[in-house]
T-cell receptor, first 112, second 115 residues
């Protein structure tokens, strides 16, 4: 069965530190990858998505992600985090049955 | 543009009871999906409705059922509640088209506690 896995359950950083959150997916045919963010008390919202083309994808709020086909990875990055980036981050992908599959999530805490 | 709304915000039930959760999709979206998010986990797909018919189901028992109405709003019904049903229930709506390429827009969720 297709799966999405996230390496880190909880990441703690200081402001201005660089961020990289890992995501690996099992191959399921057509590539489609998403990063969602859930700020405390708010809706899940889309940060960025990748289907094809340039493997470096830029999203909202200064986030980017790189698709590396050989590693089945789609890691999320941000050069300099802010306290307001404190949230839970989810990697997701549609499987062949059309279901959106989420990773377990990574909780990011940014210390001011 | 009105986003996805869900009601109620919180709900407390006891084992064996039945519950109905409601979702209004974003304007223009005719596809609604429901997810269960247990504490510390990612959302798990329950089912999807498209044009008032179930269009895909995850690994959830039949006591999880749903409806979609002509205005594309939707209900999630859970019968014979169990303690493990305690979770945040998320509704998401999306535009028609190839599912794999559709961004889903999520509501704030309903927090269900089963005692």
């Amino acid at each position: 069965a297709q799966s999405v896995s996230q390496h880190n359950h909880h990441v703690i950083l200081s402001e201005a530190a660089s961020l990289e959150l890992g995501c690996n997916y099992s191959y399921g045919g057509t590539v489609n990858l998403f990063w969602y963010v859930q700020y405390p008390g708010q809706h899940l919202q889309l940060l960025l998505k990748y289907f094809s083309g340039d493997p470096l994808v830029k999203g909202i709020k200064g986030f980017e992600a790189e698709f590396i086909k050989s590693k089945f990875s789609f890691n999320l990055r941000k050069p300099s985090v802010q306290w307001s980036d404190t949230a839970e981050y989810f990697c997701a992908s549609y499987n062949q049955g059309g279901k959106l599959i989420f990773g377990q999530g990574t909780e990011l805490s940014v210390k001011p | 543009e009105t986003g996805v709304t869900q009601s109620p915000t919180h709900l407390i039930k006891t084992r064996g009871q039945q519950v109905t959760l409601r979702c209004s999709s974003q304007s223009g979206h005719n596809t609604v999906s429901w997810y269960q998010q247990a504490l510390g986990q990612g959302p798990q797909f329950i089912f999807q409705y498209y044009r008032e018919e179930e269009n895909g189901r995850g690994n959830f028992p039949p006591r999880f059922s749903g409806l979609q109405f002509p205005n594309y709003s939707s209900e999630l019904n859970v019968n014979a509640l169990e303690l493990d049903d305690s979770a945040l229930y998320l509704c998401a709506s999306s535009l028609p088209g190839t599912m794999r390429y559709n961004e889903q827009f999520f509501g704030p969720g309903t927090r269900l506690t089963v005692l």
